[in-house]
């Protein structure tokens, strides 16, 4: 069965430094991958998707992601954090039922310092 | 339009009450989902429509009852809930199609309270 894992439960950072989110991943085929982020009190937005090709992807606000198959990681980057950053981030791969089923990391919550 | 909206934002309600949560999408998308979050945890599935058919039920308890009424509207009916039920409830959408991947749209969610 497909699993993600995302080995920081909270990381903090100041404004303005680079930051890494870390994501490894468990799932036979290649993976659909995909990185969302949570403000306090909302919904989901997808930041970023790596289906195949370049193995760099870039997401909105800045942030990007590179799949690395054989580390089974797809670490998040921004080189310079804004405190609107600071929100919970989900990486999740695509299940065997596609698109239907995302299977979840726990998460990471960020936390932004001024 | 790339909305998910759903309503009402936030709902207490009480174990012998009945109460519905609505979500509505107007981007074409086939795919519905309820998701159910308890605080810092990931979403987890409940539900997945699928051109206007459940297409997967996560062994979800029957005091949750989804409902498709057609492919732009998804409710979920609550019944006999009990206190941990409480958490966030949040609607997605997707195109649809299982080889179309893509990305989930989220609503914001329904924020419920069980007394």
């Known amino acids: 069965a497909q699993s993600v894992t995302q080995p920081d439960i909270h990381i903090t950072v100041s404004e303005g430094a680079s930051l890494e989110l870390r994501c490894n991943y468990s799932?036979?085929?290649?993976?659909?991958l995909f990185w969302y982020v949570q403000s306090p009190g909302q919904g989901l937005q997808l930041l970023l998707k790596?289906?195949?090709?370049?193995?760099l992807v870039q997401g909105i606000k800045g942030f990007e992601a590179e799949f690395k198959r054989s580390q089974s990681s797809f670490n998040l980057r921004k080189p310079s954090v804004h405190w609107s950053d600071a929100a919970e981030y989900f990486c999740a791969v695509e299940g065997d039922q596609g698109a239907q089923k995302l299977v979840f990391g726990q998460g990471t919550r960020l936390t932004i310092n001024p | 339009d790339t909305e998910v909206t759903q309503t009402p934002k936030h709902l207490v309600m009480g174990m012998t009450n009945k109460k519905s949560l609505k979500c509505e999408q107007h981007?074409?998308?086939?795919?519905m989902y309820w998701y159910k979050q308890k605080a810092k945890k990931p979403p987890e599935l409940m539900f997945v429509y699928s051109y206007e058919k459940l297409s997967i039920n996560e062994s979800v308890p029957s005091r949750f009852s989804p409902e498709c009424p057609n492919s732009s509207l998804l409710n979920l009916h609550l019944h006999a809930l009990q206190p941990e039920d409480s958490a966030l409830y949040l609607c997605?959408?997707?195109?649809?199609?299982?080889?179309?991947?893509?990305?989930?749209?989220f609503g914001e969610g329904s924020r419920l309270t069980v007394l």
């Open positions: 799932y036979g085929a290649t993976p659909y």
């Open positions: 981007m074409g998308h086939r795919a």
């Open positions: 997605a959408s997707s195109p649809g199609d299982r080889w179309n991947t893509g990305e989930l749209f």
């Open positions: 790596y289906f195949s090709g370049d193995t």
